[in-house]
């Protein structure tokens, strides 16, 4: 694996704060998704595309659309779109969010979710809750619910990666430990909300939503939020 697919994949392992087997027939996603917006929870608007109902709004880029609860807000930063719970309180700890990350990539998806845990893997208190085969977008994907410590906080991260016409595609929900379970709907309806658009992955050479090649990949941009 080159120096720069690595570096994508460090820098998507840990913006939010082992072996894959070849997935069976992916569940249908767009029958998922098309129950999402029951799922989202109840309660904001993005320079791409965001079109709403009374409880749920639709982000949309050249690549791809994402459903996401309307209460929640948007922001759209170099090769990340995050998207994160209201502020509870003076008080909260960590707003609560998830995050879709895109990276070019010439890996399978086995060796594309061994890189991009092996960080994690090797962390301070990693400890894995759970490992599944599920569906992202139509596309066979691994889902990975683990812990960790961050900067001194302990953090639980819900991740679903899926490789699709040369593009990772990295969904990730975070919260503590002690709120996981309060988003947890929400962010599972989120990611099965996720659709490629038919024909720009494939198509595509460059996105704003994609991590730049020569980028910087700073570690703190993909979980710790």
């Known amino acids: 694996m080159n120096v720069r697919l690595l570096s994508i994949l460090l820098f998507s392992t840990l913006l939010l704060v082992g072996c894959v087997n070849n997935p069976p027939n992916a569940p249908n996603a767009t029958a998922s998704a098309s129950n999402a917006a029951a799922t989202l929870a109840p309660g904001a608007s993005t320079a791409a595309s965001v079109s ?66 092996e960080g994690s ?50 969904v990730t929900y975070t919260a503590t430990p002690d709120t996981f379970e309060q988003y947890l709907a929400s962010a599972e309806a989120m990611t099965a909300s996720f659709q490629f658009k038919s024909g720009a992955v494939a198509s595509a050479q460059a996105s704003v939503q994609a991590i730049p090649a020569e980028s910087s990949m700073a570690p703190e941009i993909v979980r710790k939020w």
């Not at 779109?81 to 003076?90: A, D, H, I, M, N």
């Not at 990539?105 to 890189?115: K, N, R, Y």
């Not at 066979?140 to 410590?149: D, K, L, S």
């Open 52 to 117: 709403a109902s009374a409880d749920v709004k639709t982000y949309s880029n050249e690549l791809y659309q994402i459903q996401y609860p309307a209460a929640w807000s948007v922001q759209e930063l170099e090769g990340v779109v995050l998207f994160q719970t209201p502020v509870s309180g003076t008080g909260d700890e960590l707003q609560e969010n998830v995050n879709v990350v895109l990276a070019p990539t010439d890996a399978d998806i086995e060796g594309f979710v061994q890189a991009a845990l």
């Open 121 to 170: 893997v090797q962390s301070s208190g990693f400890e894995l809750i759970d490992s599944s085969e599920t569906s992202l977008s139509g596309k066979p994907a691994r889902r990975v619910v683990y812990a960790e410590q961050s900067d001194g906080a302990k953090l639980q991260y819900m991740q679903t990666f899926s490789v699709n016409d040369g593009w990772a595609a990295i």
